[in-house]
């Protein structure tokens, strides 16, 4: 009998996480958004956590991200939030960056799912010429079977 020693751990849920700028202010830059998911793949990567997309609009975040068995969801986020806000508050490149939006949305992805999301994440510049980011996210609390909207109003 021998036991076999796991880097990760084997359970893990997809996530589709998304965190708005403090006030929903339009302050990551286009010009340094791949700063943006260097560092918050660095950042995932330092707890573990395997980022399997990141994409960025003017004043909003998404992140695929397998959450272990281990960690809950509310603990990634609050980390995710803290960490990053303190590495982009008062950062050149993120001159109006003020933080994160206490609320987030965070939604579990099936493993059927999971390259549809990536897509979508991915296509944020093109996707969000048709949509504004409002209405994205009433899109994303409806399709999950959340139609209240006073829940948006106190986090957005």
């Known amino acids: 009998m021998f036991a076999l020693a796991y880097k ?6 997809p996530f589709h996480f998304i965190r708005h700028t403090y006030c929903s202010e339009p302050s990551i830059p286009e010009t340094y ?30 992140l695929l991200v ?3 068995a281990t960690l ?3 603990w990634v986020a609050q980390e995710v939030k ?12 993120f001159p109006l960056f ?4 206490k ?11 999971i390259p549809k999301v990536e897509a979508y994440i991915k296509n944020q510049s093109e996707h969000h010429k048709h ?20 829940y948006l109003d106190r986090n957005m």
Request: aromatic share 12%; hydrophobic share 35%.
């Open 66 to 68: 397998d959450v272990p």
């Open 8 to 13: 990760f751990p084997l359970s893990f849920t």
């Open 131 to 150: 949509e504004d980011t409002r209405c994205e996210l009433l899109r994303w609390l409806s399709e999950n079977g959340i139609d209240d909207q006073t």
């Open 98 to 101: 003020k933080g994160w939006n």
């Open 33 to 62: 958004k791949i700063e943006m998911q260097k560092y918050l793949n660095t950042l995932c990567q330092s707890y573990k956590l395997f980022l399997r997309e990141v994409n960025m609009h003017l004043d909003h975040v998404h």
């Open 103 to 113: 609320g987030y949305a965070a939604f579990t992805v099936s493993h059927w799912d």
């Open 82 to 93: 803290a960490v990053s806000s303190g590495a982009f508050l008062g950062h050149p490149n």
């Open 72 to 74: 809950t969801v509310a």
